[in-house]
Every structure is written in structure tokens, then in C-alpha cells.
């Protein structure tokens, strides 16, 4: 991204009016919406455009294999509606992207999610990577003695690194709003058995009863902690933060 003072509401409406886009010039749905989920698993597959001058930064079309392949016979297509979401999303943030070739990728979860939806059910997600490589980086001040270096989120995905250098180079994406999710646990289930959830039914997850809950940002953990209640309202009380190593896979 070549402007860092972009709010989060603006990246937020132009990730939907490019989903928008992808969905009705590729025959994927009629509605799109924002979501903090990237639910993608086996037997889907996952369209990438990296932006001209900045391979770290793309736009990410996630759909099921099927509809992958149909979409991949048809280039032309493809790369002109890729080019049109990408001016929509420039139009509603200020952002100057460049469009370049639609591939197939494996790409981890995007900082901003769009879902698109046809006659309400969930056909396809949409979403955009923003490394913070791609931000100016201001001029290193110098740090105080008695300086404690803490845990830097890397909104990127790639990797988390503490204090010092990096500290200072991501001064500019302070203010930067990020999703924070507190995840008790996951699971997979195939289509038909979303689609026959009712009131009352239970869904296992992959977590023991009284284990720590784990903070996400960018589908990435960072902390884990328990449940608190505050105020007669839910909150979570970190009792570890998460090794650097753990933040980069």
C-alpha cells in the first residue's frame, strides 16, 4: 500500500465493493460482506494477483476446485475483472495498486475478508494481503534506557519480531485498528452438516474443557488466556504470551 493514513473503515468498503466485483463478473453471487473468517479447507483452492512493484501485497479469491478450474480456462476473463476489482478497491480507499497475473497460490489469511453470498448462501471469500513492507518507513528515534521491548504484531502474517528496529519501523501502523478474535476452539464439517445446524444441536471442537483461550489477529496467535467476566460483560485475562515462533507459522 502506498498510503498509510487509509482507515480501516475505508480498506473494510473497498474489500466488499471488490468482492462485489469478482462475484458478479465471475458468477459467484449478488451480495458481499464483511467477515473476519477465512474458511478455507480441503477441496477449495485459492486464486492470487500480486500487485505490480509490491509481490507481498494481492488480492485473494478463495472458491471450491471446481469452480477454480472453470475460472482458470478463462484468462482473459479472469485478469479483466481481477483489473476492475482492484480500481474499485483504489476508488473507495485512495490506494494506487496495480493489477498483474491471476495464479493459483496457497495463501494464508488475509488481512481484510470479504464473503459472497448467492440468494444468501456462502459461494466464495474475497480478501487482500497488506504487508507492512510496503509502508514508508520512518526515520529509527532513539529509544529510552529504560526501553522494554514488547511483542510486535506483524499485520502482514509474516512473522513477529520484538522492540529495537523493528519497534521504531512500525511507529507509522500504530494507530492502525486490528482485529483481536479470542478463539475457544475449531472444527470441520462438510457442507450438509452447516447447512442441518438447529437451536439446541452441539458442535464439537478441537479444545478441552477449561483450556487457555486463544487471541488471534489475522487468524494468527499471539496470546492465550481465560475467561473473565467484567462489568457483567466477557473479557480474557492473558496468562501467556505466545513465542515469536509460534506467531510465524
Known amino acids: 500500500m502506498t498510503d498509510t493514513a487509509i482507515s480501516r473503515a475505508s480498506l473494510v468498503a473497498g474489500i466488499e465493493a471488490a468482492a462485489l466485483v469478482l462475484a458478479q463478473q465471475l458468477g459467484l453471487g449478488d451480495e458481499t460482506r464483511a467477515s473476519d473468517d477465512w474458511p478455507i479447507g480441503e477441496g477449495d483452492a485459492v486464486l ?58 496457497e495463501v494464508l489469511q488475509p488481512a481484510f475478508i470479504a464473503e459472497i453470498l448467492d440468494n444468501g448462501s456462502l459461494t466464495a471469500v474475497a480478501g487482500i494481503t497488506l504487508p507492512i513492507e510496503s509502508a514508508p518507513q520512518p526515520e529509527r528515534q532513539p529509544e529510552p534506557e529504560a526501553y522494554e521491548p514488547a511483542p510486535i504484531v506483524d499485520t502482514s502474517g509474516f512473522g513477529v519480531g520484538v522492540g529495537g528496529a523493528a519497534a521504531s519501523s512500525l511507529r507509522v501502523l500504530h ?74 507459522r
Open 48 to 105: 492470487s494477483m500480486p500487485f505490480a512493484g509490491d509481490p507481498n501485497s494481492s488480492f485473494v479469491l478463495a472458491v471450491n476446485d471446481d469452480v477454480a478450474e472453470r475460472l482458470l480456462s478463462n484468462t482473459s476473463l479472469l485478469a479483466s475483472t481481477f483489473a476492475a476489482a482492484t480500481q474499485v478497491f483504489n476508488d473507495a480507499t485512495g490506494a494506487g495498486l496495480e493489477p498483474t497475473t491471476v495464479t493459483r497460490a
Open 175 to 248: 494507530d492502525v485498528e486490528l482485529v483481536v478474535t479470542a478463539e475457544l476452539g475449531r472444527t470441520t464439517m462438510p457442507v450438509r452438516d452447516l447447512l442441518g445446524l438447529a437451536p439446541g444441536m452441539v458442535v464439537e471442537i478441537d479444545r478441552a474443557a477449561g483450556s487457555p483461550i486463544d487471541l488471534l489477529v489475522n487468524g494468527r496467535k499471539i496470546a492465550a488466556g481465560e475467561v473473565v467476566v467484567i462489568d457483567e460483560e466477557y473479557g480474557i485475562r492473558i496468562t501467556e504470551i505466545a513465542p515469536a515462533g509460534e506467531h510465524a
